[in-house]
C-alpha cells in the first residue's frame, strides 16, 4: 500500500474556503501516486482557532465533506479527509455518539471535533468522533462534546484503527482498536511544535506496544498564535520510522507492507501476553 500524508500549513489570512479548494486540488494530485491519503485535524479552521468552532462548523454533508468526497473520487483514493468541526442536534446518533457536555447545554445542537474517511468512490465509510477532547478547563475540552464509539474501517490489505490528536496519549483507546481489528492506526493532528518531541515519542510507543502500523499527519503553520509542530511520521509495527515530515508544507509519501502487522503479532506474540484488561480485576 502507498500512502501520501498532506501536511497542511493553516495559517491565519486564509478563508476556510480558499483553503477547502486549495486542499482538493493537493488531494486530487495523488491520483495514481496514492492508495490512501490522509489530511490532519480541524485542518479547515485550525486546531487551537477556538473562536471559530461555532462560526464554521458543518454537518456530515456539509460543503467540506462534499468537497473531500468529490476529491476522493476524482483521485479514485482512499481519503482520510481529517476532521471538522461537526455540528449536530443535541442527543443525534451519528458519527460515533456522544456525551453531554458543555457544548450542548442549553442548545438544540451539539459540536464535535469528527474525523471522515471517504472510499474511492467518494462514498463516506467512516466517522468518528474524538473521544478525548484537548485544553483541560478551556478551548476544545469545553466546546466540543466527546464522542464514545471506537471506530475502524476495512481497507483493502488491513483494518484501519481512526484516532485524532489528543487521543495519541491514551494507549487504552489503541488497545481496544487492537480488539476491533485493527492493524494500522490513522491519526490526523494539529500537535504544538513545543511539545514535538511528545509527538514522534507517543507515535512510536503506540505503533510498538500494539504492533500495528501508525500514519500520523499534523499540521504545519501557526494558527491561533501556536506554532505547528509538523513532522508528520509513518511508524511500522517494530517502532522503525518509514518517513518523516518537516516542519513546512509538504506531502510524505510512503510504501508500506500492511500484513507485516500480523507477521509481526505471530513472530513476537507480546499481544497474546497481555493480561490486565481482558478480565475483570479479583475483589
Keep these: 500500500m502507498r500512502a501520501s500524508l498532506i501536511q497542511i500549513a493553516v495559517n491565519e489570512g486564509e478563508s ?39 462560526s464554521e462548523a458543518e454537518s456530515l454533508d456539509g460543503p467540506t465533506a462534499e468537497a473531500m468526497a468529490k476529491a476522493a473520487s476524482d483521485a479514485g483514493v482512499w481519503l482520510h479527509a481529517g476532521s471538522i468541526p461537526e455540528r449536530a442536534p ?15 447545554a442549553g442548545g438544540g445542537s451539539a459540536l464535535y471535533n469528527t474525523s471522515l474517511v471517504f472510499s474511492p468512490s467518494g462514498d463516506l465509510a467512516a466517522s468518528y468522533r474524538k473521544i478525548h477532547r484537548f485544553g483541560f478547563d478551556k478551548g476544545e475540552a469545553v466546546l466540543m ?22 487521543d495519541l496519549r491514551f494507549p487504552e483507546l489503541f488497545r481496544g482498536l487492537v480488539d476491533a481489528g485493527a492493524e494500522t492506526f490513522v491519526i490526523p493532528a494539529g500537535w504544538p511544535e513545543r511539545r514535538r518531541e511528545h509527538w514522534t515519542l507517543l507515535a512510536r510507543a503506540r505503533a510498538v506496544e500494539n504492533q500495528a502500523f501508525v500514519l500520523a499527519c499534523g499540521t504545519a503553520g501557526t494558527h491561533a498564535g501556536v506554532p505547528q509542530a509538523g513532522h508528520s511520521i509513518v511508524v511500522d509495527p517494530w517502532g522503525e520510522v518509514l518517513a518523516e515530515a518537516g516542519s513546512g508544507e509538504e506531502v510524505v509519501t510512503v510504501d508500506f507492507d500492511p500484513a507485516k502487522a500480523a507477521v509481526t503479532r505471530e513472530q513476537f506474540p507480546a499481544l497474546k501476553d497481555r493480561v490486565l484488561g481482558l478480565r475483570p480485576p479479583r475483589r
Excluded: N
Design 16 to 54: 476556510v474556503e480558499s483553503r477547502r479548494s486549495r486542499v482538493a486540488a493537493l488531494v486530487r494530485e495523488q491520483a495514481g501516486a496514492a492508495d490512501l491519503v490522509v489530511l490532519p485535524e480541524l485542518w479547515t479552521t485550525g486546531a487551537f482557532s477556538y473562536e471559530e468552532f461555532g
Design 145 to 166: 462534546d466527546a464522542g464514545e464509539d471506537l471506530v475502524t474501517v476495512r481497507l483493502p490489505g488491513t483494518t484501519v484503527g481512526v484516532a485524532t490528536c489528543y
Design 90 to 104: 443535541s442527543g443525534g446518533a451519528s458519527a460515533g455518539g456522544a456525551s453531554a457536555g458543555s457544548a450542548s
